[in-house]
């Protein structure tokens, strides 16, 4: 499955390639602010860990991090999607009797999507998309003890891509207010067992270049590998979810 990435890659920009000569795109730009938490279970080799990560612990303990969306639509309906989040967390435990314990947990999920726009007068603005969610996962757990050379407890990387169906309907509600949702489903046991996500929410358009919108979004995730109770399992299940704000650009 995780050469499929770049072989939608590639059709994609034979895609983008075949329109190439025309300038009747419609792209908007969008990048955000999601106040993330993380709800769930993970499970390296044989050691199960509850997920609770609050908002809260994860800017006091936030590196780096980066979100972005994009569209660009041909005046044919056809286009395409993304949306990329990444975070880097870190912190070190000091207990006068083990010494230092560094951690280090890194994820990043990145959307790309092929899509149809429609339109009607009753469901207002509508498109349809088929792409995949590639989710990149990295721990490190790393023990100093005072009196002797440093261990790694943990060093795992694990990476998979699913393939994702989904929607977006932009319903105009007043002037210059629009609802806003979308959703997919995925996986189908092609890598995680099951991935769905929902996004909800209303946007206000201040020109016909530039927005704002408030929205909750949630993504859920039930992948594994490996083989239970072997130190080659890996399980992760969790909700990923919070409020969104955003501003976009329109050109």
Not at 48 to 54: I, Q
Not at 130 to 139: F, Q
Not at 142 to 154: A, D, G, K
Not at 223 to 247: L, N, Q, R, V
Request: aromatic residues 14%; charged residues 20%.
């Amino acid at each position: 499955m995780n050469k499929t990435l770049p072989y939608l890659l590639t059709t994609i920009s034979c895609f983008v390639s075949s329109y190439a000569h025309s300038e009747s795109w419609d792209l908007k730009i969008e990048p955000y602010l999601m106040f993330t938490s993380i709800d769930g279970d993970s499970t390296i080799g044989t050691v199960d860990t509850p997920l609770e990560v609050n908002f809260d612990t994860i800017l006091n303990n936030l590196d780096s991090g980066f979100m972005l969306r994009g569209e660009a639509f041909h005046e044919s309906h056809w286009g395409l999607m993304f949306d990329w989040a990444f975070m880097d967390l870190s912190k070190s435990f000091s207990q006068p009797a083990l010494g230092v314990l560094d951690a280090r947990v890194r994820q990043g999920v990145l959307e790309v999507s092929v899509a149809y726009k429609q339109s009607s007068p009753s469901l207002g603005e509508w498109i349809n998309y088929v792409g995949l969610r590639r989710w990149d996962n990295s721990y490190e757990f790393n023990l100093e003890p005072n009196r002797l050379p440093s261990t790694s407890l943990v060093d795992r990387d694990e990476d998979w891509v699913d393939l994702i169906l989904g929607f977006k309907v932009d319903k105009q509600l007043a002037d210059n207010w629009l609802f806003t949702s979308s959703g997919d489903i995925g996986g189908f046991g092609l890598s995680a067992k099951l991935t769905a996500s929902l996004k909800l929410g209303v946007s206000y358009k201040f020109s016909d270049h530039w927005d704002v919108s408030a929205l909750y979004k949630g993504t859920y995730v039930n992948y594994h590998t490996g083989d239970e109770d072997d130190k080659s399992y890996f399980e992760y299940k969790t909700i990923t979810h919070g409020p969104i704000i955003s501003a976009s650009y329109q050109f």
